[in-house]
Nanobody
């Protein structure tokens, strides 16, 4: 079994910064694509940014130039550096990972989410 645990959320003023982390633990053999999703109040879950095992990144237009996704495979950890935060970034942020376990099987895993609130 694999667990994804996010951390780093909280309350921040507009224009501020936060850094989210997502750690994968358990029967992790390798991690393929990882991504951050978010779900704002009354909205559907949306992709924020993704990063492949080779380091190729992609991000939504709404966060380009403000958010940076990265990963440290030695630590089975993914990060999301969020700068110039706006009210519209308020959401629960979820970690996603496509993980191959030691059993040789690939599965999609999700974290429990971490709340980010941008408010003055």
């Amino acid at each position: 079994q694999v667990q994804l645990v996010e951390s780093g959320g909280g309350l921040v003023q507009p224009g501020g910064s936060l850094r989210l982390s997502c750690v994968a633990s358990g029967s992790v053999y390798s991690i393929n694509t990882m991504a951050w999703y978010r779900q704002g109040p009354g909205k559907e879950r949306e992709l924020v940014a993704s990063i492949t095992a080779s380091g190729t990144t992609n991000s939504s237009d709404s966060v380009k130039g403000r958010f940076t996704i990265s990963r440290d495979d030695a630590k089975n950890t993914m990060y999301l550096q969020m700068n110039s935060l706006e009210h519209e970034d308020t959401a629960v942020y979820y970690c996603y990972a496509d993980v191959t376990t030691w059993g040789g099987r690939g599965h999609d895993y999700w974290g429990q989410g971490t709340q980010v609130t941008v408010s003055s």
